[in-house]
């Protein structure tokens, strides 16, 4: 008795699993069934006992060596409504710097056999990477400008639900405002959006918008044109360092050319949605009256998150292939 | 299997016999080579007969042993990734007789005591012969020049802060009034670092899809402007490393047309690899200059054909494999290659018959030789006795534990490739034997 027990608990039970690095290996019907579990984390989440015994066993550990508290957050809140244990390790490159290399974190923290790793890195490639070296599930929590596929997840959850009489990702144009160069939201929406079916315009200043950026995709530089018959408009964050690195001449020359305003917004399709992957710069990239506005669905974009991450959670752990 | 050990001092008359003897001047059939005090004695049929002890050929292919003008030992001070002795072993693997070393080491190779220490280490080792080069600037930073009359005394070759371009023009005209003067060759690692800035991979579709920073070709092709111009103003021979991108190459031509002192190397990997490697995220792969397109290897590989490009370097650059298991940002540039370039070249180019074996062998033999002003090396009594014998039927599959570098991994790992080095002499010593490096 005592022997069999020991054999159990020291076999190997972490089978080799399903990754969310991307959408490479998703299909649109895939997606579509993500959505569908994320309309019953929702109702979860309305309950008074927001918590179901989903992933109860499973642990979940969050490796951020970026600093993001509110994904973070968001990723540690699914994990917990679905009863799962959660470990957090974050890194901000400290013991990298000493000269650890990726791998041996990656086989440090893994001796805690936690069952998927959400991951969060500023150089794009590393949930690729660390595929190499566990067997537990990998989600891209954003890796550099490459991917974050969860926030373009929850983007066109927050669109399918909130688009008036929504039949669908067929025909409809999602148009990316400004700094799509270094944008890992902007590709991830670029390549979930068409995978649905759907229209994507990219916009910016020439620097931000390189020719090479998404092949077969709309480029504008006029924000005027590009936002013409659009269903959904985002606007990206502007960050400061973009001027200081010479790439824009001024803030205020951002703002006149490609700040998201109500009067950008009169072509636009109608009920069309003005989204932001937040944190918003108020008055920069985005009027603050259109941040507020009626068409402004960015509250309901992070409360979409919880739902969708659990949906993510819970089909990487326990759904089937 | 008698005959000398690797690294043996050989004393007496020892001949390599029954081979197929190739070299600059052509083919010369099958004969002998009769080896004696580090010389060719004899070469021709039936002269290995003269011989205490002999190595049977059985048919394969000697010509003059390799000379690699660019290759990162890492000494002093980097030993976890390379030193003298692993490296010279690898590059006498690789069928090299001799290697120029870059400078970029802890400390930088910028003081002729520094040069002397290694040219005395690398006398007492077995392997390939070690000609270093020296620093353009102290320290690689690029603001005052390094006193190039006393590392050449010291025994310097080549004058290079590769691995770090040298930003400042006018430093650089300065280095090669100097170099121009005393006749040292400057060699460039030619990139503008405010182009190229924090790009680890070529930048086009594949770098805007990964969201990896790019850099583009023009950083390449505006530097090789610069310092092509710097050569044609003062005349100093000026060796541009590692070209990579079709515009510097078509740069380079220009400047070779007017007849400017310029000469070029590209890489094995720029020859074979594109930046579609990257899409595997694996950091071997981190090469600076980077692996460019499809289209940009195409080109170099009609510069070759077309004589356009003097010498192939392997730019052979071991690291830890720790270092490379880090993100695509921190993980250093640079990969090891010495071993398996002859190999990796004949395949893809040779074999495939991109390019003849004559033609690849100029650029590994004479165009090297032609761009440092060294004799020619041939296969005739007087000459010194280094020699390859190359294998160019036997497929054998790349397998990085074996490499007598430190660094134990390559981006051509378990491909099955030709052309293996089987023995290499330096200097009438037996450096490597394949069979034994097998055992």
């Not at chain 1, 259109?290 to 990487?316: H, K, N």
């Not at chain 2, 190039?148 to 371009?165: E, K, N, S, Y």
Request: with cysteine.
């Amino acid at each position: 008795m005592t022997a069999t027990v020991q054999i159990a608990l020291t076999e190997k039970t972490r089978a080799r699993r399903r990754n969310l690095l991307d959408f490479a290996a998703w299909s649109s019907d895939e997606v579509a069934a993500l959505f569908g579990t994320a309309d019953v984390m929702a109702q979860v989440l309305t309950r008074t006992i927001k918590k179901v015994p989903a992933l109860q066993g499973f642990t979940v550990g969050t490796l951020f060596f970026e600093d993001s508290t509110r994904t973070r957050l968001s990723f540690e809140r699914a994990a917990r409504a679905q009863s799962a244990d959660v470990i957090s390790f974050a890194a901000g490159g400290s013991s990298l710097s000493k000269g650890e290399s990726l791998k041996d974190t990656l086989r440090t923290i893994d001796q805690m056999q936690a069952d998927l790793y959400v991951v969060r890195h500023p150089t794009a490639g590393v949930p690729y990477q660390l595929t190499r070296w566990t067997d537990a599930a990998i989600v891209n929590a954003g890796d550099g400008r490459r991917a974050h596929p969860t926030q373009a997840l929850l983007d066109a959850y927050t669109f399918r639900n909130r688009f008036e009489g929504f039949d669908g990702f067929a025909g409809k144009r999602l148009v990316i405002v400004g700094d799509v160069l270094h944008s890992r939201v902007a590709r991830s929406n670029v390549e979930l959006w068409r995978k649905l079916g759907g229209e994507v315009v990219l916009c910016g200043p020439p620097p931000l918008l390189p020719p090479e950026l998404a092949p077969g995709v709309r480029h504008s530089h006029r924000l005027a044109d590009a936002v013409e018959g659009a269903h959904a408009v985002m606007a990206l964050r502007l960050q400061r360092e973009r001027m200081a690195s010479g790439l824009l001449p001024s803030v205020a020359e951002y703002v006149a050319r490609y700040q998201l305003t109500a009067r950008a917004l009169r072509s636009a399709a109608d009920g069309a949605l003005v989204m932001h992957p937040g944190p918003i710069n108020r008055d920069v990239e985005i009027a603050g009256d259109v941040a507020d506005g009626p068409r402004s669905v960015i509250e309901t974009q992070v409360a979409s998150g919880v739902p969708i991450r659990m949906a993510v959670l819970y089909t990487l752990l326990v759904g089937k292939r | 299997m008698s005959g000398p050990r690797p690294g043996a001092r050989r004393a007496g008359r020892w001949a390599v016999v029954g081979a197929h003897l190739v070299d600059g001047d052509g083919d010369h059939g099958v004969g002998d080579v009769l080896i004696e005090s580090g010389e060719i004695r004899a070469v021709g049929e039936g002269v290995g007969a003269a011989a205490q002890t002999s190595i049977d050929a059985g048919g394969a292919l000697l010509t003059p042993a390799f000379l690699d003008l660019h290759a990162h030992l890492r000494e002093p001070g980097q030993e976890v990734k390379e030193d003298l002795a692993s490296g010279l072993a690898a590059a006498a693997a690789g069928g090299f007789g001799t290697v120029v070393s870059m400078a970029n080491t802890t400390p930088t190779v910028d003081e002729p005591g520094l040069v002397g220490e290694l040219v005395e280490k690398a006398r007492r080792l077995p392997g390939a012969r070690l000609r270093p080069g020296a620093a353009l600037s102290h320290g690689l930073r690029g603001e005052t020049l390094t006193d190039f009359a006393a590392l050449q005394a010291a025994g310097a070759v080549m004058i290079t802060d590769d691995g770090m371009p040298v930003a400042d023009g006018r430093l650089m005209r300065s280095a090669c009034e100097y170099a121009a003067e005393l006749g040292l060759i400057v060699q460039t690692h030619s990139e503008d670092p405010s182009l190229r800035g924090d790009g680890v991979m070529h930048e086009g579709a594949v770098s805007q899809e990964l969201g990896l920073p790019g850099n583009p070709d023009a950083a390449e092709a505006v530097m090789v402007f610069r310092d092509c111009e710097v050569a044609r103003l003062t005349g100093a021979r000026v060796h541009i490393a590692h070209v990579t991108s079709r515009r510097a190459m078509e740069v380079i031509e220009h400047f070779k047309a007017l007849g400017a002192p310029v000469t070029c190397e590209v890489t094995p990997h720029h020859l074979t690899l594109t930046d579609a490697a990257l899409r595997g995220f694996d950091p071997v792969f981190k090469v600076a200059p980077p692996l460019r397109s499809d289209a940009d290897v195409a080109y170099l590989r009609e510069a070759l054909r077309r004589g356009t490009v003097d010498s192939i370097g392997t730019d052979h650059a071991p690291h830890t494999r720790a270092e490379k298991d880090r993100d695509l940002t921190s993980a250093p540039f640079g990969l090891p290659n010495i071993e398996v370039a002859f190999p990796v070249l004949y395949t893809r180019l040779v074999a495939s018959g991109e390019l003849g074996l004559d033609g690849m062998l100029r650029l590994l033999q004479d165009g090297p030789a032609a761009v440092m002003g060294w004799p020619r090396p041939r296969l005739q009594a007087g000459a010194p006795a280094d020699l390859v014998l190359l294998d160019l039927e036997t497929e054998r599959t790349v397998d990085p534990t074996r490499f007598a570098s430190k660094a134990k991994f390559s981006p051509w790992a378990g491909e099955p490739l030709r052309g293996w080095p089987m023995l290499t002499v330096v200097g009438g010593d037996v450096v490597f034997r394949l069979e034994d490096a097998a055992a």
